[in-house]
């Protein structure tokens, strides 16, 4: 089946500097990729919607210039975590679509444990 | 507003008896479900699915039923197993949208 690879599972980084984290689909192509984070004892929260040669969309809240996405192909979305503090430290998984259309279900990532000292 | 509601944090079942987990929902535009089950520190796992067009459907041991007029869908699991133990989440979407809406999830507990 489809496979979505996400990389690293765990980082942990001091406070001020940048994370990346790397969201690749193993066996097909993927226009559109989805940032997630989850917070304790909550829902998936979607963060923003990748958009492979475009800029990504953000959802309301979430602030786009500390939370950098860059789809540069149709296999690869990266999100970097900028100047990341305490706060940031969460559960963030990215997922993808096999199928153009809205009725089939998104593959996710194993996700990456980030936690800011 | 939560449009996608597990009411139910935490489950606890007998292996070998049903687990039936529930969700709500209130966007009425919602046209395709979707269950995922989660374990501690990975990613959720696709179980099933059902479009609005069908009321049920069921592959191996999970069967999923749909209630459109009371906005209500469930997940049967039956038998249960300990290693069905994990995080359910209900996710939802609708109008043609890519997005999906989930649930906060419900944690089930299968005892040996």
């Known amino acids: 089946g489809a496979v979505v690879s996400q990389h690293p599972s765990w980082v942990i980084c001091k406070s001020g500097t940048s994370v990346k984290i790397e969201c690749r689909s193993l066996d097909f192509q993927a226009t559109t990729m989805f940032w997630y984070r989850q917070f304790p004892k909550k829902s998936l929260m979607l963060m923003a919607t990748?958009?492979?040669?475009?800029?990504?969309?953000?959802e309301q809240g979430v602030e786009k210039d500390k939370f950098l996405i860059n789809h540069a192909s149709l296999t690869l979305s990266t999100l970097t975590v900028t100047s990341a503090h305490p706060e940031d430290s969460s559960f963030y998984i990215c997922?993808?679509?096999?199928?153009?259309?809205?009725?089939?279900?998104?593959?996710f990532g194993n996700g990456t444990r980030l936690t800011v000292t | 507003d939560q449009q996608v509601k597990q009411n139910s944090p935490s489950l606890s079942v007998q292996e070998g008896r049903i687990s039936i987990l529930n969700c709500d929902y209130t966007n009425s535009m919602f046209d395709y479900f979707l269950w995922y089950k989660k374990y501690p520190a990975e990613g959720p796992t696709f179980l099933i699915s059902?479009?609005?067009?069908?009321d049920k459907n069921e592959d191996g041991r999970f069967t999923v039923f749909l209630n459109k007029s009371a906005k209500h869908l469930s997940l049967h699991i039956v038998p249960s197993q300990p290693g069905d133990s994990a995080v359910y989440f209900c996710a939802a979407s609708g109008a043609g949208s890519y997005q999906l809406t989930f649930g906060k999830g419900t944690k089930l507990s299968v005892i040996p």
């Open positions: 997922s993808a679509r096999t199928g153009g259309v809205s009725s089939s279900p998104l593959h």
């Open positions: 990748s958009n492979e040669g475009s800029k990504a969309t953000y």
């Open positions: 059902i479009s609005s067009i069908k």
